[in-house]
Structure formats: structure tokens, C-alpha cells
């Protein structure tokens, strides 16, 4: 097998890379070819950790495995590490032979930023000029970027709950020649043709009047029962775009809007579908887009598959016997 240690993936998975891998995986799920497992997540009664499994099958790409970790809250008090924490393993589909051993952290955050940016290739309005970012912490600096290159953003308007973390924002949106202003959530909607919501929520910020008619919104940090960013009302009045549908509605930000009976299942598109373009995607300039990204197990198998073959290409992949 071969292993990919945490410290190399910096230097070899660009957005772009992981943007390829995980466009292409959404279209193999929504045309049958790969499929996630269910998501075991275990609260284990240790350090107060949640820890789990995220697996699948992309028979498309050749990736069998899973994503192992979770989080461990007291990691940076107690020993300085991040609190979460992933290894992905990757395993030969034809054999069962493990095949590979992935760092997982830096992994997330650039899966995570390659799906909504994906997103925000195939629904945003092509003449998109605004982003609005909504959270300011670890994900939010990886979002930025990887929208920055879907679209010529001029500007960049930004709020969080903790106003404190903004100029952190800033000095990101500075690096990528993006003039960088905080508002109020009512001036963000108004100024906004595209929203990223990045934040640990469990209550809406964003509300159902605070968006105009045409506004993309990738929804990114609701992954748990319970969490929110946005009100309901918005996704009855959105085309509701998923990873997956099975976790969008049990884990993601339609959730609620499904619970309230503001929509059903069958409202929600694989965003899949538009990539293969069974779906049209936006069909008119007002029409609100919202993609609900909750993070399927396949996104973490195509990015890792994507940084051993570039290991394996530069001579930095480990391998060893198992
Ligand atoms: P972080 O702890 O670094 O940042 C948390 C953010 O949430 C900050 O902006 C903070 O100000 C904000 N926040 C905290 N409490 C809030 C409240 N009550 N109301 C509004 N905002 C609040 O976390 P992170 O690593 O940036 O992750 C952000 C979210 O994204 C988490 O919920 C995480 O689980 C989720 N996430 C989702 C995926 C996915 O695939 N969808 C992947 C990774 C992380």
C-alpha cells in the first residue's frame, strides 16, 4: 500500500485538482455509477470526541474506501494538534487489498471548497460580480479562494456571528486583489449575486428577506441534525440543489425545510444531474439557486485517489508492505 503523510498534501492537491475530482464524482453519483454508504458517527464517550466512518463506492473512478475521524474538541488546548481529525483508506475495488493511506485534514477543507465552488460554476449567474461570505473561521479561507476562481468577483462582503474574525477574512480576499468589506447580513443579501454560508449554526442567520431574486447560495456548514444557517422559507422559495438528497434531508440545511413541510424530497436535484446535464440547472436570471452541501464520503475518496496518483507521479507516495 501506499501512504500519503498529512505534510505532503499542501504540495500536491491544488484546488483545481480537487476540483476535478470532486465535479467528476458528483456526476458519477447522480448517474448511478458510485454511491456513499451510510455515515456512522459515534459519540465515543472519550475526550468528548465524535467520531465515525464516511464511506462509498465509485465504481467510475475506481475509489472503494472510507474516511475515518471525527472531532476531538480539547486536541489544541491540550496538545496543540486540530480538533478534527480524518485519515482516508483507500482499498484495490477488484481485490480488497488496502491500497492506500491518505492524510485527511487538509483533504476536507479542499473537498468541501471544491463542491460548492462547483456549484457556483454551474448555477451562479454568469455575471456574478458580489460574493457575500457568511462564517469567518478555518473553512471559510479555502471557500473564499476556491469561488474566487469560478467567477471575476470584484468585491467581497462578509459577516460572522464573531466580528472579531472578519480581518482574517480580509487579509484572504486581499490576496486575491478583492477589495473586502464587513456589512450586516440585510446590506450582504443586497449587495450579494453569490452567498457561501460557513458556519457551526444551529439557528438561522441568513434570513428569507435578507436574499434577492437571482442570488446563488452554497450552504456548506450544516452537516449535523440540528445545525442551520439560512431560514426555511428560503429554500421554498430556492431551487434546492444537493450532494447527496439522503443526507440533505437528514443532515443538511434541508432539513428543516422539509420537517416544516416547506418541501419535500423530490424538490431537491443532485447537483450530479446539472454537471451531466439531466438537469438544466438555473433556467432563469431571478431564480434563487441554493446548493445544500453536507459532504459525502465519495468527495474524500476522489480527492485522496487524486493525491496518490500525483504521489505516486512526483515519487513522494510511501509504500509499504501490509
Ligand atoms: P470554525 O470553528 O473554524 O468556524 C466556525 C464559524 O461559525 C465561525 O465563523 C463562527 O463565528 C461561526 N459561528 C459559531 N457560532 C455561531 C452562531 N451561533 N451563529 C452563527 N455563526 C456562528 O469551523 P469551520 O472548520 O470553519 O467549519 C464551519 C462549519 O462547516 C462547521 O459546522 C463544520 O462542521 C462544517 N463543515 C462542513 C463540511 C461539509 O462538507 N459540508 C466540511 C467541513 C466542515
Redesign the pocket.
Known sequence: MFIVPEREIAGLVTPEAAFEAVEAVFAAMASGAAWNFPVVREAIGHEDALYGFKGGFDRAGGALGLKAGGYWPNNIEKRGIIN?QSTVFLFDPDTGRVAAMVGGNLL??L??AA?SSVSIKHLARKDAKVLGM???????HFQLRAAARQRPFEKVVAW???PE?LPKLGQTAAELGLPFEAVSLAELGAQADVIIT??????P?LMDAHVRPGTHLAC?????KG?Q?VEAALLARATVFCDEVAQSVTIGEAQHAVAAGLIGERDIVQIGAVVNGTHPGRTSADEITLFD???VGL?DLAVAAAAVGIARARGVAIEVEV
Open positions: 478534527h476536507t477543507a473537498r468541501t463542491a457568511v462564517g469567518a473561521g478555518h473553512q471559510s460572522n456571528y464573531h474574525m460557513i458556519t457551526s449554526a444551529f439557528s442567520s456548506m456548514g450544516t452537516d449535523t445545525k444557517e452541501g453536507t459532504g468527495q
